[in-house]
């Protein structure tokens, strides 16, 4: 893909439940923050000079929190500009400097979870799996299954009735077995995802990271991961493999899963135009590699 003209677009539920639209040329700054061993997802948006109709049907208030708005950020490279952000809206409200209006978006994916304890029981030959989707059905309806690994491959049932009693993510990270992040499950664009350490999913247009696909500077190593800057790539995907190909750290080359990314940047057609991708890799310590899971295991 050739990295030059960026573009971008946002949908966004209103205080009256319509959806509003707006794009490129206008100028916004975003920050999307993802990360597997996170319960939630975050992102932040400043769209700048809505106009005053806009700005006054999409203020909302935090403390609303039975307001659920849906907002989804389209951004890429013209003509594309894939879906990179699914959730909803926590705060939104706007503001003037000098010069420009500016509204501050505040989004949580999947979206606005009960910050209250739940307890919920399980009776023995429960199915773990079942169990999770009950838990996604009933406090996060928005969510549906996005991909799941052999977790319960050797135990697929509960041996005896259990109470699971703590937060909805808590809940869903002692159904998931509990990794180093907590759990084996993590969101993605309003998508539940459950994998092992060594499970990883297929790329979606985006395989190798070297400096022709848009590598910046030289990756480091840090604990069991390596972290890397590049051009803003729409197309990369949490838990992906992909393949590192470093001129300047060859040692730290090779197949790794995405464990973590963040896009940030300017767009506009007033402002020069610039963003970037900081991604976090993993892979295994054991001679295992990686296991890449099949169409058969996503839902």
Known sequence: MLKSQLTWKMQIEDINGDTQEFGYPLT????????????????????????QTLRNLLRKNYIAMNDYRQVEFFCGY???????????????????????WMTTITCKDPGLISVNDVSINFGAKSSYLGNVKQILKSFMPEVSLGAVGHIYDEQPTLLKANQFTGGVTDVLSQLTGGNFSGGN??????RAFILLDNECLPS?????????????GSPYYEDTFTHAAML????????????????????????KKVVAYEHTGTIGGSVQSAAITNVTLYAPLDSKGFQILGLGNVF
Not at 185 to 190: S, Y
Not at 232 to 255: C, H, K, V, Y
């Open 28 to 51: 916004v700054d975003f920050g999307i923050h993802r990360n597997t061993m996170a319960g939630t997802q975050d992102a932040d948006f400043t769209v700048y000079n809505l106009s």
């Open 185 to 190: 499950f993590f969101f993605e664009n309003q």
């Open 78 to 100: 013209a003509p594309n500009a894939p879906s990179i952000f699914k959730g909803q809206v926590l705060v939104c409200g706007s503001d003037r400097d000098t010069v420009d």
């Open 204 to 216: 979606e247009g985006f395989d190798v990271l070297n400096s022709a696909s848009g590598l910046l």
């Open 232 to 255: 803003f790539e729409p197309n990369i995907r949490m838990a992906q493999i992909l393949d590192l190909e470093s001129l300047t750290q060859e040692w730290l080359n090779g197949t």
